[in-house]
């Protein structure tokens, strides 16, 4: 386990390195870390050191893991450490015959790229008397096999979300491609990054629209210089 701690020591210090290089503040950076494949005592280490967000592709995997860290922080701070309470957040794709186990659990979802997805979240949400969080997932990379909404279409989908009354609409969410050619990443983080800029300058989004998700393990500090607030980061901290 003592690895896992030297391992998000590490992405800490990565993470500050960005930000001082960009010019941003540590704290404007929230670092969730991705459980998929982890043993539960990994987990339970990662939030025995203080992580208070993490995150979850698959529902099946989500409902097991966030039963577990319930029972875990209900056995008591002595085991738990500083942490009493954890954010989950749905980082996958999303079926909407999948909505109603996922929102009673997640505090953000990531994965929103259709105007049926977000009709069946806020259809939910409204029986069950919540405001689901959402983010648009948008396909900066235009690869077919990817998920999210095509960045021509972002800004429409986004104007169709916000007349949805049982969702926040906080943000957006991306994925660049898994290369080694940093200047495809890193335009994939822009182009993400202008249309963030865009939707709230012309008020197409109201004034919660502030979140930027992207970059994972292999790519989080170019997402740090590209203006990201969210990191989704997995096997930096858990391989090996």
């Known amino acids: 386990m003592a690895k896992i701690s030297e391992r998000i020591k590490l992405v800490k210090d990565a993470i500050r390195s960005a930000c001082t290089r960009a010019g941003r503040d540590f704290g404007d950076i929230k670092l969730v870390v991705v459980t998929k494949s982890a043993a539960i005592e990994a987990v339970k280490e990662v939030i ?95 690869e077919p096999q990817k998920y999210g909404v095509p960045v021509g279409a972002a800004t429409h ?16 969410m991306t994925m660049a491609p898994l290369t080694h050619r940093k200047s495809v990443v890193r335009g994939c983080f822009v182009r993400a990054r202008e249309l963030f800029v865009e939707m709230r300058g012309e008020r197409i989004v109201g004034p919660r629209f502030t979140e930027l998700s992207m970059g994972m393990s292999s790519d989080y500090e170019v997402a740090i210089e590209e203006g990201a607030t969210i990191l989704r980061i997995g096997s930096a901290i858990f391989a090996g």
């Not at 008591?76 to 957040?89: A, C, D, L, R, T």
């Not at 989908?157 to 957006?172: D, S």
Request: aromatic residues 2%; neutral net charge.
């Open 48 to 142: 025995r050191l203080g992580v208070t967000d993490l995150g979850e592709n698959r529902v099946q995997q989500l409902k097991k893991v966030s039963g577990q860290v319930s029972c875990f922080l209900e056995e008591g701070q002595e085991n738990s450490g500083p942490v009493s309470k954890v954010n989950w957040h749905m980082i996958g794709h999303l079926q909407r015959n999948k909505v109603r186990h996922v929102l009673p659990i997640a505090s953000l979802i990531h994965s929103v790229d259709t105007l049926r997805l977000a009709e069946e979240i806020s259809s939910a949400a409204a029986k069950m008397n919540v405001v689901s969080k959402v983010l648009l997932q948008v396909n900066t990379s235009n």
């Open 157 to 172: 989908l986004a104007e169709q979300i916000e007349t949805l009354p049982n969702i926040e609409l906080a943000g957006l």
